[in-house]
Every structure is written in C-alpha cells, then in structure tokens.
C-alpha cells in the first residue's frame, strides 16, 4: 500500500479536505484493553454480540471524511436533535466471513453488499466514499477480529456497515452530517438441530413496499413498519415470520427479511424455480437470491424464472399438486424452508416442519460447501493484508 | 401534587418494577451550570437551536421506566447496534408553545400531539406511557426553558418528544429497550418578510405513503425516503417542497411535511374547501389540519369536505377558472400558500409568489391569534405547576 499524501497533522484526525472519500492508508487503529470474552460457539443466537473493535469515520462538509479509525466498541455520542433519530436516515449491509476448511478466513461476496450499500447511500442522501477503500477496512477489522471468527462449522462472523445522519438539526434535509461504522460479531448455526420449515403469516393488511417507495434498498425506513405485526405473527398466530403481499392480486413479495422461491411445475407441465422480480422496486436485491439464481441456473438442469407469483396461482398450484418446494434466502439462514402459510385465515400446508425438500437441501449444502471453502469458489474472498501494512498505524489504548 | 409511592432508593435512578408509566412526581431534575446564551429572534431558523434542557426516561423490560429526569443538553450515547440505528424504530412529535399577549405561556393543542403520538408508539412497537404524566413533564421542561420561549411574536418554542428503540440486538425485532426524551429548541416567523406562496414538485415517480403502510403515523420511517427526492427538487427545478402524489390517477395526498387545502368552485358550483380523508392512512392526521377543518366549520361560511383531489380533477378546475386558493397546513407555518405545482413538465400557476388568497390569511390570523392568545380560547393550555412541586427535586449539577 502507498503511503497516504494526507497524513494527519498532530492530533487532529481530520484528512485534508477535498478528499472524495475516506482511504484505507489513513487507518488509525486504537486495540482494546480489555478484551472482552468470546461465547461459546453453541446456541449463538443472531446480532447480540458484538466483537472488542469497530470501524468509525465520519463526514461534514467543511472537512469531508475525517480519518478513518478502528478502535473499541464503545457507545456512539448522538445529539438528541440528529436526524437519524427523527427521519430515519440511515441504511445497512449484512455479509458474513467464516474460518474455512484450510484455516483461512474468507468473505462471501462482500462487493455485491457494497455495490449495494452505494445505491442505499445514494437513495437515503448520504455522501459519497470508495467501496473498494471501505473493503479494505473491513479486511484490516476482521483481521483484527480474527479471534471472533468462530470455529464451528455453521457459525461466522456477522458484518454489519452502517451509515446514519448525525447533524443536529431537526430540519427534514439531507443531513449535513455523517457517521459510516462497521460492528462485527459472532453469529450460530442457523439450524443448529437441522434444518425446521417455518410457517409464514400472509396478511394483505400490513403492506411492506410500493412502487415508488424504497423497498429495494436496504434502508432502515424499510424495516421500523414491520416490527409490529411480525410481533403480533409471532405472539398470537405462532408464525415466525411474516409473507409480504402486494397488490389487489396478492403477489408473494419477500418472507419476512428474506427473498422468497417457488419451486413448482408451472401451467406448462415445466418444473420451475420461481422468485419475484426486481423490477418495480418492491424486492429487496438479496446477495444470497442472486447466488441463488446463479447457482441453478449454473447446474442447467430446472428452469429459472424472476417473475411475480400470485396467492391465486400459488393456491391454484398448491390445490392441483404442483407446489414443490418453498424456501425464503437470505445471509442469516442461506434457504430457510417454508412448511406452511396462514392465509386469510387458511391453512397453506406446503411441507411438514422436519420435511425439507431436496433442492433447498441441496441449495444450501451447495452454498454452504461454498462459504467454508470445501469446493474453492471466486465468491470467497481473502482478507489477507500485508501484516506489517496492517499494524502501521496501531496505537495501544 | 401527591407524593409518589415510588420513591427511588439511594442512587439508583430506577423505579419499583411493574410501573405501567413514569410518573411526574418522580421527575428528577438537574439544572446546568452553562447555560447557552440564547439566539436572535431574528431569523431564527427551524430545528437548529437546541435549548439547555432535556426530558429523558428509559424502558427495560426488566425495570420497567427508570426514574424520569430533565437535565442539560448532551449527546446521549447509544450502542452502534441499537436498533434505532438500523431499523429505524423511531417516532416524534412536533408542538410548540407560544409567549401570549398577557405574558404567560401556552401551549398549543398539545393533549393532540401526545394522542397521536400514543397512536404512534403502538405501531412501532413501543411501551406504552401516561400521555397526561408525559404532558405534565413537558410542562415543567418548558417552565425551567421558559427565558428560550421567544419575546418576538411570530417566534415560539418548539417542542420535540421523541421515542427510540436502544437495544443492542440486530434482530429485526420488536426493541426490549426504548427511549422517549423531549427537547425544546426556539423557532423563528415561518414568514419574517410576509407570507411567501411556494413552488411544489409532484412527480408520480416517488410515493411517500400507500395503503397498508404507516403514512398516517408519526414515525421516523416515513421522512428517509423523502430526503433525496427534496434535494433534487430544490436543486435542479427549484421548487421548495413536493407535493406527494398516490395511485394511477394522482391523487395529492401531502404538500412535503404538510397537509394539503384546495378551495375551489367544485363541479355543482359550490365553494369548497376539500383536503384529501384520512381514511386509507395516507395521510398524517395533523393538528394544524384539524384546526384549520373545526375553524373553517365553526364560520360555517364554506363547504369543508375532506375528500379525494385527483390531478385530472385540479387540472380541470385549474383550466376553468375555478381553483381560487391553494396551501399547506403545518406546526411550522400554520398556513402556507402554494403558488405553483411543476407536474409532468408542466407548470401549472396558481397564483403569484406574493399573492397570498383571502381564505389562507384569514385562516393565518386566526389561528396566529389563538397562539398568542389575542382571543382567549381553549385550544391554549396554560403551563403554569405549582413552583415548589416543580422544583421538588431539584439539584444543581
């Protein structure tokens, strides 16, 4: 790596302005002291840990990108006035790494969460950075990190990137102001006791996206609507998730925050894979739907199809034998078997809970033979770093 | 005021378990030692000034609502995974509190406000709170900021009540910890040079609320999506807000964060005043729009219907000659005239930049009189608690 042309001055951490973006070269890194201790890889449950260290870098338009530092977890110091605890400015990615076969750690796909992470950035109004200097920060953390990584099979190290509007100001504008942070932490199996089919909720009352609207990006604004009735789901309808509808005909959407396959024989007498499409702006674009999609159509063997899925075709379907499989995909579970939909008050029974079917099955060995690098795959990226590169910059606490 | 049976115990700020609400006896009040010198009422700008004090009570499950506390101003520190950071479970209100005539300070409608922002809390999963203990709070914080209630007329003291979730999960779940505070901040005349008529962009293309989603709530999640959109309009067509519009026939729904008034000859040749229905939860049920429906009623001089606008029927209207008024109604302006609308490329004039209609100024005035209590009416509530209860508890900082 190049040593950066704008080195801070003295105690500031400010960059020089007019850079465009925050760079990896100017990394300070500040290690814990106190480390905390890692949990037991058993029983890991999702988002309620988090590892020693963050990444942090903040904007203003006066100084752009401060300079980007790794240091502990700690709170962050919000103004009570911000604007992302008022309007919701803020948005996320979720990507996972995991200690592979051979002992070195690997990311999944972490540029498409990053290309996607821009499009967000841009819809929600935040200012512009590098992804690829942004990857290598996320490198230098998990490499920090690497103890996190867990060593079970099935489990990983959850990374989440966040950005949100920290100005002051209770004005309804683009915030001025800007924080970009990655947390990481330990996350289990998803099936810890193999794989259970879960059952959805399907209610037209609770509407998740609109054209128009911003159901395709990951921002936060998407998800505070839906908190409720997957409550209500889950408290006084035993659903664990939630089958979002759309329109006067009902089209399947996502499952919960997962995107939502249909493996069926369709009119035609074909067996087919269906997801709903992107077009429209009511699906949120899944890097684990688009791996998916790449993975079957790979194998050539089932025709693969983006196209909208109607409660009455699937019924129709269900009702003549047709309906096969039904999985949700997603980064917590890779596929997550649907076994039954609460439907206007009708049960839909697809599966039983213990019975998966064999393409989700083999979706999800495939993928997951993928993330732990039993079969070497171009998705799986390294997060070696010069080590002396790495530890430039490194202060004790 | 009765003594509460809860009192805390040594320094634990807790209250007794199994509280279905903090209490305003239990208010814990600490008073800052640097006290911010306080802005011009010349041209102060929206949301910008943060008075010295704030409101603050936390939820646990666990606990139930800690000790309610009014202290200075300061960042609050929030976990990088709490949930307000990510899902945007988040709501607010908007009320101010007025400097009347004969010296004393009202506020404006505010058991309105802490009714819909009830509504509010159980949509977006929040615990629930006595909306007259929060008003009693409220009352106190504006009484020690009662020197930050500006002297000007025009100007008022804006108040903020926000909730926010603050448990550290990345679960895509109802929040088990929550936050609700209050801030006040001194707001300017939405007019120091005279009424000004505004330019409003309604491009079908982005859809700020639809039917089975939270547009009828106060809630975080619907103003991200709305940010982008604005700043494009202000900057590349030159108009100060957007006029949402929703479904095929686009409907006017809203007027950026206000409601919207249409006065026009209708097809049977009577003058009506016609705002879109709540009903469908399009609309954010504002207090200033309800004032303005029970003013224009109680004159009992125009037909007040609250009703569909489609574009086509504007335009035809517009065309005829018939569309004679039309504003937006909010906290911050009260009434603001809208004097064009760019449409499809189109501009479709109303009226010029300074010509402000007859209806909109007498609903101005009236409403204006009201807050500064020119005309003594109930919709003013007086601030006054006893002295001694509200500084009960008291201790310098």
Chains 1, 2 share one sequence.
Request: neutral net charge.
């Amino acid at each position: 790596m190049m040593v950066s042309l704008f080195q801070p001055v003295r105690n500031t951490i400010r960059c020089a302005r007019f850079i465009s973006s925050f760079r990896a070269d100017d990394l300070h890194i500040t290690l814990t002291d106190k480390p905390k201790p890692k949990p037991s890889d058993d029983n890991l449950p999702f988002g309620k840990n988090t590892s020693d260290h963050m990444f942090e870098v903040d904007y203003t338009p006066a100084l752009g990108w401060s300079r980007p530092v790794i240091r502990p977890v700690e709170p962050l110091k919000i103004h009570p006035a911000a604007k992302v605890l008022h309007y919701a400015q803020e948005l996320f990615e979720g990507m996972k790494c995991y200690r592979c076969v051979d002992g070195k750690i690997r990311m999944f796909r972490p540029m498409e969460n990053l290309n996607r992470m821009e499009r967000s950035a841009v819809r929600s109004g935040f200012p512009p950075f590098d992804r690829f200097e942004l990857l290598k920060i996320i490198k230098k953390l998990i490499n920090i990190e690497q103890e996190w990584v867990p060593y079970s099979k099935n489990c990983s190290l959850y990374i989440r990137p966040t950005m949100i509007a920290t100005e002051p100001c209770l004005g309804v504008t683009q915030s001025a102001d800007s924080k970009l942070y990655v947390i990481t932490g330990p996350t289990g199996a998803y099936f810890p006791t193999g794989m259970k089919a879960i059952r959805l909720l399907a209610d037209p009352q609770y509407v998740r996206a609109w054209p128009g609207g911003c159901g395709g990006f990951k921002m936060g604004s998407n998800y505070a609507p839906t908190v409720a009735p997957l409550f209500q789901a889950q408290k006084e309808l035993n659903c664990q998730s939630i089958l979002w509808l759309f329109g006067d005909d009902h089209q399947m959407t996502e499952a919960g925050t997962m995107n939502l396959f249909v493996l069926w024989t369709n009119e035609n007498g074909e067996e087919e894979l269906v997801t709903p499409p992107l077009e429209g702006g009511l699906i949120l674009p899944g890097v684990t739907r688009k791996s998916v999609l790449e993975v079957v159509r790979e194998w050539n063997e089932i025709k693969v199809t983006e196209e909208v899925i109607t409660m009455g075709a699937f019924i129709k379907a269900l009702n003549e034998g047709r309906v096969k499989e039904v999985f949700g995909s997603g980064t917590a579970s890779i596929v997550c078997p649907v076994g039954q939909i609460l439907y206007k008050g009708q049960e839909l029974h697809i599966t039983d809970t213990e019975d998966v079917g064999p393409l989700t099955k083999r979706i999800y060995n495939h993928i997951n033979e993928i993330h732990y690098y039993m079969k070497p795959h171009p998705w799986m990226e390294s997060i070696d770093i010069d080590a002396d590169e790495s530890l430039r910059n490194v202060t004790a606490n």
